[in-house]
């Protein structure tokens, strides 16, 4: 087993064990012993199924960035900062605080919608070879546009509550999450993690250049239609069940560069790898770290992931102006 799986298997057994939900990390089997159905529901129906959408949800944001960048050919490009993310969330907010389907299915299904709209949109404004400038710019007002449609559907929605109801899930959030949620979004982001990965090979050759790809035999329009497909509905899912959260996508495919000798491509599995961790660790440590209410996930992750990418704008500025 690689270092980096027993790292994650590690971070898995401190999601069950570490929290603050009265199963502290040293008494497990005290806690059995006086009440082995309650020791049961906190470990297999509220912590496992948590820490599992974490796993996936950090793998999915992983594996779409990377997919993305590859695809766009600019390490900028994530689903938070390309507006996938936000859109997500507005096709969700629409339909289950506007229109009123609240069902798992309706929002999930919203929240997809939303996903795919942005990315067809971003690839109208900025086309499939922007340049960081360009990307940059068409995902910030994107984002800027999707977010102000979001809270102008939670302003007139019909609950004078919906935007305090929203306001976790905006941020990104896993509290309150167990099975039910798990078993609805886990097959889509399975699945659309398999297509990404499907597609390793193709995006290595893309970053050879579109004749060089072609010439191998890869059909680049249909190879596109997928990714993007399997972007917007994995992030849809991600979102619509955790909400917003950022970073991720950004910072694990950076990483997972570093590993794979530049290949755009075969960086997917390792993305999906690191984004999961990362993501395990940030929710391990929303619930340890003391505080009135339990902390969004997503400002964990922001607080985090901002620099980092400050840090990746000031190098391209550097190296551009070489």
């Not at 944001?61 to 997919?67: C, E, H, M, T």
């Not at 609240?102 to 929240?111: C, E, K, T, V």
């Not at 619509?240 to 755009?264: D, K």
Request: aromatic letters at 4%; glycine letters at 10%.
């Amino acid at each position: 087993m690689s270092p980096r799986a027993v790292l994650l298997l590690l971070a898995l057994c401190l999601a069950l064990f570490l929290a603050s939900l009265a199963l502290p990390f040293g008494d497990i089997r005290g806690v059995a012993a006086r009440d082995p159905e309650l020791a049961t529901i906190i470990l297999v129906e509220l912590r496992l199924p948590r820490a599992l959408l974490a796993l996936l949800i950090g793998a999915m944001l992983g594996s779409a960035g990377a997919a993305l960048q590859a695809l766009l050919g600019n390490p900028l490009a994530s689903p938070d900062l390309v507006g996938t993310s936000s859109g997500a969330a507005l096709g969700a907010i629409v339909t289950g605080y506007l229109i009123g389907l609240a069902s798992p299915f309706a929002m999930m299904l919203g929240a997809m919608i939303g996903a795919l709209a942005a990315l067809i949109l971003l690839l109208a404004l900025a086309g499939t070879h922007a340049s960081t400038a360009t990307l940059l710019l068409a995902g910030v007002a994107l984002s800027l546009l999707t977010g102000a449609l979001s809270a102008l559907a939670l302003a007139i929605a019909p609950s004078p509550f919906a935007f305090y109801d929203a306001y976790d899930w905006l941020m990104g959030s896993l509290v309150d999450r167990s099975l039910p949620q798990l078993l609805f979004a886990a097959p889509v982001m399975v699945v659309s993690i398999l297509l990404l990965w499907s597609k390793t090979a193709a995006l290595d050759a893309l970053a050879l250049g579109e004749e060089s790809a072609a010439a191998m035999g890869y059909p680049l329009v249909s190879i596109r239609r997928l990714i993007i497909l399997a972007a917007g509905l994995g992030v849809g899912a991600a979102v619509s069940v955790a909400g917003a959260i950022g970073f991720i996508g950004l910072v694990a495919p950076y990483l997972a560069r570093g590993l794979t000798r530049g290949l755009p491509g075969r960086a997917l599995p390792p993305a999906a790898l690191i984004g999961a961790a990362l993501l395990l660790a940030a929710d391990i440590l929303v619930r340890i770290v003391p505080a009135g209410r339990a902390l969004p996930i997503g400002i964990v992750t922001a607080l985090a992931g901002a620099p980092f990418f400050l840090n990746l704008v000031v190098r391209g500025r550097a190296e551009t102006a070489r």
